[in-house]
């Protein structure tokens, strides 16, 4: 008599969910941080965003006033952090008036970071606006997002990288299994050292992160055509118990992606999350 086990409903959402989760957030880091100084004195104002999902909507705004000097920053972000999505506003500037007999600085930074897992092989859009004014006179102006592979064999690659002027960008690539992390920054710089001219600088970025999955690394996807259905079901049995077999009737594909845990093997272990995600479809 043959045994029909039922999985339970939270292992099989959780299968379902392993099969669906490419991408992994592991952490993040957002903040505005506005700090002027004048006259010998400083202002160092820094407000942290959450740690990892969620929206941070800040402004920061400094003035210091030390006899005829005045320093300024402000910084600005609206952000948000969902599963395989990010996105970001950051706006800043600096400015400041200064006496002939002081050293004044106007300072403001808008970052932006999210730290993630690549499970499997997916593509990638980041696409938005930049624009950086003040790269003269002691003004320092500057928006970059990158994309930081943070383990061996993870490649590292700069979006946008402005300091000044204005740019519209919509990148793609492909990202492999790996850790990863996007940083962006809107940052305004202005510094006067015995000057009594004025100076202002502004940085702003509006940007968002996409992930697509790449069909060519489906795992499941056994016979390559984008999906997983019921006509992977043969050549799974086949990667599994004769891969030779396998690489001669699907030469164009591969037989790890029979391998749906992730753990470099393919076994009967597999078997469980193939079925969940025949379920999915």
Do not use: W
């Not at 061996?152 to 299994?177: E, H, K, R, Y």
């Not at 056994?222 to 030779?244: E, H, I, Y």
């Not at 845990?261 to 078997?271: G, K, Q, T």
């Amino acid at each position: 008599m043959r045994r029909i086990v039922l999985l339970p409903l939270f292992a099989l959402t959780t299968f379902i969910a392993t099969t669906r989760a490419q991408v992994v957030e592991t952490a993040s880091i957002r903040y505005t941080r506005a700090a002027p100084d004048a006259g010998g004195q400083s202002i160092d104002s820094q407000n942290f965003g959450p740690t990892i999902y969620g929206d941070f909507d800040d402004f920061n705004n400094q003035v210091l006033t030390v006899g005829p000097s005045t320093g300024i920053g402000t910084a600005e972000q609206h952000s948000s952090i969902d599963p395989q999505l990010y996105a970001a506003e950051l706006d800043t500037s600096a400015s400041c008036m200064p006496d002939f007999f002081d050293v004044v600085n106007g300072f403001a930074d808008s970052y932006y970071e999210v730290t993630f897992t690549v499970m499997s092989s997916v593509n990638f859009n980041v696409s938005g606006n930049a624009d950086a004014v003040g790269a003269a006179g002691g003004e320092t102006s500057d928006v970059r997002i990158e994309i930081v592979g943070l383990s061996a064999g993870s490649p590292s690659q700069v979006i946008v990288d402005l300091d000044d002027g204005g740019s519209t960008f919509d990148a793609n690539g492909t990202l492999p299994p790996g850790d990863y992390s996007i940083r962006a920054r809107a940052l305004s710089v202005v510094t006067r050292s015995f000057d009594d001219s004025s100076g202002s600088a502004s940085a702003n970025l509006d940007f968002i992160m996409t992930f697509d999955a790449d069909p060519a690394a489906i795992l499941g996807d056994m016979d390559c055509s984008g999906d997983v259905n019921v006509d992977d079901v043969l050549p799974f049995t086949r990667a599994l118990l004769d891969p030779t077999a396998y690489e001669a009737e699907y030469p164009d594909c591969d037989k790890d992606r029979a391998d749906m845990n992730e753990d470099a093997s393919r076994n009967s272990a597999d078997i469980a999350l193939f079925v969940a995600a025949l379920l999915e479809n």
